[in-house]
């Protein structure tokens, strides 16, 4: 947790140690014993940065669920009392017309919106109008035409591709339960007809939890296989243009590698998975706000991507893997969720797995429980939106090689500057608590850090500047400050991107 310089960073963390480990010493004793932990400095090169990958333009996206879309039971706000055995409460369909929503949206893009979920495998799509009151049987929801148009319209005017999956209740199967294309052959037709596409879908929702997810009893990894089999050459023959993603399961679990074998090798365009590192406490999750910014907690992206990236070696070599569904925690979210706190866990990530060579991050959700980058009510921006607006104005496509090893308290993840040929952006990250980092840099920067009051704070700071939207709506101006080359320190708990414009970086021309 100290700070070190290259000479003598071992003995001042030998001189400091026993003062903290004195509990009893009062702590004005020591503040006059103990100096403040030193900050380590680090040179950094931007100039001769490789090139070690480059990510979709669309890389970061995010999710809007399908029982959003169509109304219905999703993740009740937090009661007093977490041991609430209701996990649920009833929603009424998002206004995806509404300006906010929409102008919010557009300032991610290009992205993804993924209208899926575990709602959508068992949601039926009425095609006429009026749509009726109760879905058919084999059915939980309904879908009408005009909250289907309204997603094709909220994608077309937020610069979003449209990733979505389909049902695969007990309605949608013939006499001896095999999975028939009829649902999706008429949503796709329909999104044709009214001007909109498909840019890519997955077969079902997490099918590694079949049983959760609406499907027929007893559904197993063969019938999976055989199913999927199915949906791969309907898709192929019948709408060429859409990307075909699989196998969208969850977590680290040997079904995931079963559903792989029993599919087979039907050639996916892209290899897709979710994550989550833990449940929220809705579903007894036990992750605590102590543990966000330890190296363990951060690093289980990694963890289960190394999981994903040896199934995609197996059954897909060579293929783009996509992360298609992540966030905090499973279940909505914990209650910091919504906080400064884990905008550290959503940056680094990103920084993580660009490097790693995944294509496209989906964050759940755009705005629906804790989780969300808005606040659903309000649409008020919440921590992890203003981040995401930094890296998608700031980070461009080219991944470089920062040369920098993730180590404890300090991470550094560099991309080519956006829009800007030859630039270099910086992404620091400052995870200790109570030690500073100073970065050496040949080159002048504009700064922009992030920071909050406390880390469970809803509100950030920009350049010491509070964020939120103006008076009429509208996004802030977000101006970096203008720094001088030399030593540039990074406080404790702080996210700072550096824009190098005269980078001069070869690889970013």
Not at 160 to 181: E, K, L
Not at 212 to 217: Q, R, V
Not at 301 to 316: A, G
Request: hydrophobic share 40%.
């Amino acid at each position: 947790m100290f700070g070190r310089t290259e000479s003598f960073g071992v003995q001042q963390v030998r001189r400091i140690g026993p003062c903290l480990r004195a509990g009893l010493i009062s702590t004005l004793l020591i503040a006059a014993v103990c100096p403040p932990a030193l900050a380590e400095t680090v040179t950094v090169t931007p100039a001769t940065m490789a090139r070690i990958g480059t990510v979709d333009e669309r890389f970061q996206s995010y999710n809007v669920e399908m029982v959003e879309v169509t109304g219905g039971r999703f993740w009740r706000p937090y009661a007093p009392n977490p041991s609430d055995a209701d996990l649920y409460a009833w929603r009424t369909p998002i206004d995806l017309t509404n300006p906010r929503l929409r102008m919010l949206a557009a300032a991610l893009a290009p992205a993804y919106v993924r209208v899926s979920g575990t709602w959508a495998n068992a949601t039926w799509f009425a095609d006429s109008e009026p749509a009726p009151s109760a879905p058919p049987a084999g059915f939980n929801g309904i879908l009408s035409r005009r909250q289907w148009r309204g997603v094709v319209d909220f994608a077309q005017s937020v610069g979003a591709g449209i990733v979505t999956s389909f049902a695969i209740s007990p309605g949608t199967r013939d006499p001896s339960g095999v999975w028939t294309p009829e649902q999706a052959r008429r949503l796709l037709a329909y999104t044709s007809s009214v001007g909109g596409a498909i840019a890519a879908a997955e077969f079902m929702n997490e099918p590694n939890l079949a049983a959760m997810g609406g499907a027929p009893a007893g559904y197993d990894a063969a019938a999976y296989g055989r199913d999927f089999r199915h949906f791969h050459a309907f898709v192929k023959q019948n709408f060429p243009d859409i990307m075909v993603l699989g196998p969208g399961t969850v977590g680290e679990t040997e079904t995931a590698s079963e559903l792989l074998v029993a599919s087979g090798p039907t050639g996916l365009d892209a290899f897709s998975y979710h994550h989550y590192g833990t449940l929220s406490e809705r579903c007894r999750g036990g992750h605590t706000p102590e543990a966000a910014l330890s190296e363990q907690w951060l690093a289980r992206t990694d963890q289960t991507l190394t999981f994903y990236r040896l199934l995609r070696d197996r059954f897909e070599p060579g293929k783009p893997i996509w992360l298609t569904e992540t966030a905090e925690a499973a279940c909505g979210g914990n209650r910091w969720a919504a906080t400064f706190l884990d905008t550290f866990r959503y940056l680094d990530q990103l920084g993580r797995l660009a490097r790693a060579g995944v294509q496209v991050v989906m964050h759940n959700t755009l705005a629906a429980s804790d989780y969300g980058l808005l606040d659903e009510k309000t649409l008020a921006p919440r921590p992890n939106y203003w981040g995401a607006l930094l890296w998608r104005r700031l980070m461009g496509t080219g991944v470089l090689d920062s040369r920098m090893p993730i180590r404890a308290g300090l991470h550094i993840y560099a991309h080519c500057q956006r829009g800007m040929p030859g630039g270099v952006t910086l992404l620091v990250i400052n995870t200790d608590r109570d030690a500073s980092h100073t970065l050496e840099l040949g080159n002048d920067s504009e700064r922009y850090t992030l920071e909050a009051a406390g880390l469970l704070d809803a509100q950030v700071r920009l350049n010491g500047r509070p964020l939120a939207l103006e008076p009429g709506g509208e996004l802030p101006r977000l101006q970096g400050i203008r720094t001088s080359r030399g030593a540039v320190s990074i406080a404790p708990t702080s996210i700072s991107f550096l824009a190098i414009p005269a980078a001069a970086n070869s690889a970013c021309s």
